[in-house]
């Protein structure tokens, strides 16, 4: 879906008049224009811009989430936050599971997709919807059949024993460390499929001549891959990644329905500990909305600097090749 | 790039066994909805129901309520996705097609605003539909999951949009339409492959939506979605494991067979967003 430049575009609708001066039907175009843009304005001044501006300001109170919003406390539900070790706790879980997820899911994504590629493989629409299935699937549903197979006396310590692997079944879910390995595993197996299709779309903007001209040259499955495919792939790795590193952000609906954050805060993302303190009553007798609001902006800002620096560090030779035009062009003027 | 017909049947029987392992979640939740729970809980691993227990649907529709989750869900998504359908159509016409004045300042901001940090919004949104005065209704529900710009969609629309050709308009202008007849009656029905893919990928996002649901129908049992409902049947019900299964059932197989009859549009959608 290739987008036309704006000044294609502006050729396309924009009869050739003066700038200044607008014809009685652009003036009527231009009327229709923002009628039609009101509906959606509209929604996103009152259901993107409104929350996002109060998702900082409510950070700065303390309050319940009932009655008015009194207590101003400045920094003090920030500074509270960094003194509770539960919040450090749920922080790193999350740091384990984006980086878990990523890693599994973006390699596995790539060799299927590798696999799925290859044109004279038959049945593969088949097996790239099979493949595909688990990221359609409700999450919330997943993990609550997920947190049955791996329960102690689910299906995976079922066949454990059966077989005789294990003795007695492994608690999967109740040992801190293996409940993080669950978390991330499924987390993995949700997210490949979407990878998979990321990849494929990479691969098939490969131009087949390059191809062609390696077979010629007698390039065999593995150098082809090594020497052409992989490093063409090379510009979207960084994007492909950056998108999972994103999705991983958002780890509720699993963690939620797989471990509950359980076992003692072993699993509780960053975004399940938020939603404990604005919804549950659990630590202590009432919501806490000021302080989970200002849980929420350091994970804001953990996400837009997470992407920043991605994105920097994969694009700093483009960046780089950027400014120096710049500067050659500067040069160029004033000579 | 594998040449022997031999590997290629190695390859297919890799990608079929692990395929099989891959989706076995599934096919052991739809086969154990048909269990006896003593069956489920004695029966080891055989996959296959002695004697199927067709009634276990029955008892989740009625008796466990999920046949009001459903109609819940249904009107939740086919709700959400028309919102979103209108206001991106809407949208990306206006953007593909017309110049205006304060077009480029519009999307310059929008495009900022959407990029700075969020917050955890969703304690505002719950706030303020409080303050409409719609919490617990289905419609809080539905206002709070249509929150957001579809930035893909609108996208997709715009581009779509700008590649009619101006003739076109102009033919139906000559015909007497003004802009919003020309819009209904030519445009629209051109777009229908945009509606489609739009609705296809948002109708899933929605039927899986959990925190929104889970937030917004707290004090009202009786308005949960199916991913609500059985987050709360297991927390109720935690040993009736083939209840369980049969609602999950429930839940799944909807979206499961509309993906697989229409996954072209969704997984080329996919694929054209990560390209652009």
């Known amino acids: ?335 | 790039m594998i040449t022997t017909k031999r590997a290629r049947m190695i390859m297919h029987v890799l990608l079929m066994g692990f395929g099989l392992i891959w989706v076995y979640p599934f096919i052991w939740m739809v086969l154990s909805s048909l269990k006896h729970n003593t069956e489920f809980l004695a029966g080891g691993i055989n996959p296959f129901p002695e004697d199927p227990q067709w009634s276990n649907y029955p008892d989740a529709w009625v008796n466990a309520d999920f046949g009001a989750y459903f109609l819940n869900t249904v009107i939740f998504t086919v709700s959400v996705v028309a919102i979103v359908i209108i206001l991106s159509s809407l949208t990306g016409y206006v953007l593909g097609r017309v110049t205006f004045p304060g077009k480029t300042f519009i999307l310059v901001a929008a495009a900022v605003i959407m990029f700075l940090p969020h917050g955890y919004t969703i304690i505002p949104l719950f706030q303020l539909v409080n303050q409409l005065g719609i919490t617990d209704s289905l419609l809080g529900v539905i206002v709070a999951e249509s929150a957001g710009a579809h930035v893909l969609f609108i996208l997709m629309f715009t581009a779509f949009y700008a590649r009619i050709p101006k003739e076109l308009e102009e033919a139906s202008e000559i015909d007497g339409s003004g802009f919003l007849r020309t819009y209904l009656q030519v445009m629209l029905p051109l777009s229908m492959p945009i509606v489609a893919t739009t609705a296809i990928m948002q109708f899933i996002w929605t039927w899986s939506s959990f925190l929104i649901p889970l937030v917004f129908t707290v004090n009202r049992p009786d308005l949960r979605t199916l991913a609500v409902g059985m987050q709360n049947f297991v927390g109720t019900y935690s040993s009736d494991y083939v209840g369980m299964a049969a609602g999950a059932t429930i839940s799944l197989l909807p979206v499961m067979i509309i993906f697989i009859i229409m996954q072209r549009y969704f997984i080329d959608g996919i694929a054209g967003a990560v390209k652009n």
């Open chain 1, 1 to 335: 879906m290739a987008m036309r430049n704006p000044e294609e575009i502006k050729n396309l609708t924009e009869p050739a008049k003066g700038k200044k001066k607008m014809s009685p039907r652009d003036k009527k175009r231009a009327m229709w224009a923002y009628i039609f843009l009101a509906p959606q304005i509209i929604v996103f001044l009152g259901l993107s811009l409104y929350p996002i501006i109060m998702s900082y300001v409510y950070s700065f109170y303390d309050w319940t989430g009932v009655g008015p919003l009194e207590d101003f406390i400045g920094f003090g539900n920030y500074l509270q936050l960094l003194s509770q070790s539960r919040f450090w706790n749920s922080l790193g879980v999350s740091v384990a599971y984006i980086i878990g997820t990523t890693t599994l899911a973006v390699l596995g994504g790539l060799i299927l997709a590798i696999i799925l590629n290859d044109a004279r493989l038959k049945g593969k629409g088949f097996y790239r919807a099979l493949y595909f299935l688990p990221v359609v699937t409700t999450t919330a549903i997943v993990g609550i059949i997920m947190n049955n197979i791996f329960g102690t006396q689910g299906l995976i310590n079922d066949v454990l024993t059966t077989l005789n692997i294990v003795e007695s079944p492994i608690p999967w879910l109740t040992t801190g460390t293996l409940a993080l390995l669950v978390l991330i595993v499924v987390g993995a197996w949700n997210g490949l499929g979407i990878n998979m299709i990321y990849w494929l779309a990479a691969l098939q903007s490969i131009p087949n001549d390059v191809y062609e001209s390696a077979q010629l040259d007698g390039a065999g499955f593995w150098k082809t891959l090594r020497y052409i495919t992989l490093p063409l792939l090379k510009p979207m790795f960084a994007v492909i990644v950056l998108l999972s590193l994103v999705s991983g952000v958002n780890a509720f609906d699993l963690v939620m329905t797989l471990t509950g954050g359980g076992p003692y805060y072993a699993t509780e993302t960053l975004d399940l500990f938020i939603y404990n303190f604005a919804f549950t009553t659990e630590a202590g007798g009432s919501t806490r909305m000021g302080y989970a609001s200002a849980a929420g902006v350091i994970l804001g800002i953990f996400t837009f600097f997470l992407s920043a620096i991605y994105g920097l560090v994969s694009f700093w030779h483009e960046i780089k090749e950027f400014f120096s035009k710049k500067k050659s062009a500067k040069a160029v003027k004033s000579s």
